[in-house]
DNA sequence: TCAGGTTCCGAACGGACTGTTCATTAATGA
DNA sequence: TCATTAATGAACAGTCCGTTCGGAACCTGA
């Protein structure tokens, strides 16, 4: 039923060698030749697994449950999924730092982007925005102060908690949403 | 006095066609190889005048006036470089995209991040917010905000005026600057 | 105009990386 | 055990990089 051991030795050891390498020369110096070699797999082997050094950077979002905050959705308080995000990415550090830092390269913050402004957006419309033009300008701007905060924060220009950063996430955007929700 | 008009000829060739192969394929996928054919210059001669890609992209900083908002520092109303730079970004607008859209690949981003990062603290902090890591952080949503709300409108994710994006980052920020520095 | 200095050209080079192929060997799971 | 599947390693053409060098084109100032 399960993969062959084989296959999942491969593709385990390919992931890991990218993500400390990363980690050590940033996304864009790492070289196919530089993973099989860390990895210790043979050329061929490489590409019967992955297309390009960025499959091989995407095959590892799956185990990246940084992803996923567990959206409650309901009518609780807005943006729920800050703080457990913060959370998640400590725990997480070295992976998410790799995926997500200034060293990862970009591609992948940019999904994660995608993936929040979705969350945002709904959320600010479940609380009563009515969807326009306006509201998206102001999901962009809290999408990208988060984003910012945790950018800054995993590239070490920043020390400071998760609680931290989530208050300062809140502070940062809470009044102006609020107006905009109050005014609708 | 002035250089040698053959020099300019080359520096121009190549940083315009830098710009037109961004604007064409993404700054990852130009090689020194396109540029130089497209400018039409030897190979030998572009290594004469700069060391990289990176080099022409940075070369080209200088006719930005992008980033020089003449910020005006008074104690006028706060984040005032705001709509210049969304103006000039739109005057200017073939450049500047290429230089810090999605498809600039990004160096020339962080570089405006940092200028803007220093014009925001010293407006903070000359509106009489004290010096703190909180204070910081706050920064760096404000900036965070702007930079996104600017990328997705060179991407074209967003259809704007200046004068609406000016009144999204206002909207969306001074509520939340106002409340600091009230509680200082 | 002409001479001396500067810049450009173009071809070629070694080196690195990519992505593919193939015959051979080894591990796997039923 | 044994047929299936995966891994190996070497070799390959192709692309790009960054450098070198002799000769051609150009520019400046006298």
């Known amino acids: 039923m399960s993969e062959d051991r084989r296959v999942r030795r491969t593709r385990r ?10 980690l050590e020369k940033g996304y864009d110096a790492v070289t196919v ?3 099989i070699d860390r990895a210790d797999i043979g050329r061929s082997t490489f590409y019967a697994h992955f297309t390009d050094k960025q499959d091989v950077l995407f ?3 799956d185990e990246l449950d940084f992803l996923r905050p567990a959206p409650p959705a309901g009518p609780g308080r807005l ?5 457990p995000m913060f959370e998640h990415a400590l725990e997480q550090r070295r992976l ?11 591609p992948i913050m940019a999904r994660a982007e ?3 402004s979705a969350v945002v957006r709904d959320e600010l419309v479940a609380a009563g925005g009515r969807p326009s033009p306006s509201l998206d300008l102001l999901v962009i701007c ?10 800054a924060w995993l590239d070490g220009d920043i020390t400071a908690t998760p609680a931290d950063l989530d208050a300062a996430f809140r502070d940062a955007t809470l009044p102006a949403v609020h107006a905009a929700l109050g005014r609708t």
């Open 142 to 151: 809290v999408v990208g102060a988060f984003m910012a905060l945790l950018r």
């Open 79 to 83: 943006f729920a999924f800050s703080l």
């Open 96 to 106: 998410v730092r790799a995926l997500l830092g200034r060293r990862g390269g970009g």
């Open 13 to 22: 050891a390919a992931q890991e060698a990218l993500v400390a390498l990363i």
């Open 114 to 116: 995608q993936v929040l």
């Open 59 to 61: 095959s590892n979002i």
């Open 33 to 35: 030749t530089d993973i």
